[in-house]
């Protein structure tokens, strides 16, 4: 996959991509980074980007000029997806994550100010997304986080040890806990279905942490997600108890 990201500040996205597992997937060659500043497409002396709104008001709104030039250079692959980042957008969600992972091209716009004159987004955008419902500075930040999100789909770019697929969210629920070495720390001791090893203990245990964590933190997943004849019966269970205390 190709990722093109358009920003009036090239370094901060550019820097944040050369570290740990985006780094190594560019190497692998999983996917390749080109970041652009639309002031290289600007015409005039100054190299303007932005302007007054029209009608009056706070702020500055990025012209069309320089973001269509640079935007109409950059495209590649028919099937494109030209993102423009606000908090207007859709709420970025694994679906949508899932759905942007299949396409040949991201170009990914970094909104700033005001935003970007309407026009950029009738000619060239075809998704608006945002990372929730708070305001940010800049595009630049939910940008990287929708390209971390995306990347990491990527046939190659995780290894099986970090594998995707038993991420939280990916089956609806949140994940178990993790421990590692030593078994005892501060008197915390590691929970013993996970010390003996035993396969289907250590999968029970898990699917058992999975649905409780996720009926304390996130209620809202649990009603959604799918879940087995074992599940219920043990969510049942938890019901009880907690109708006994
Ligand atoms: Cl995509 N941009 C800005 N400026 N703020 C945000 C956002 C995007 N998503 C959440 N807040």
Known sequence: MRVDVVTLFPEMVAHALEFSIMARAQ??????FGV???????????RIVDDAPYGGGAGMVLKPEPLVACIEDILDAPDAAVVLMTPQGETLTGPLVRR???VRQMVVLCGHYEGVDERVRELLVTDEVSIGDYVLTGG????LVLIDAVARLLPGVLGNETSACEDSFEDGLLEHPHYTRPPEFRGMKVPVELVE??????ARWRRKMSLLRTLRRRPDLLARAELSAIDREFLAEIADEAADH
Do not use: F, I
């Not at 630049?140 to 940008?143: I, S, V, Y």
């Not at 090893?197 to 250590?202: D, I, K, R």
């Open 27 to 32: 190497e692998t060659g999983a996917v390749a």
């Open 36 to 46: 652009h500043n639309p002031r290289d497409w600007t015409t005039d002396r100054h």
């Open 100 to 102: 942007l992972a299949g």
């Open 140 to 143: 630049e930040l939910p940008a």
């Open 197 to 202: 090893g035993h396969h289907a203990v250590v």
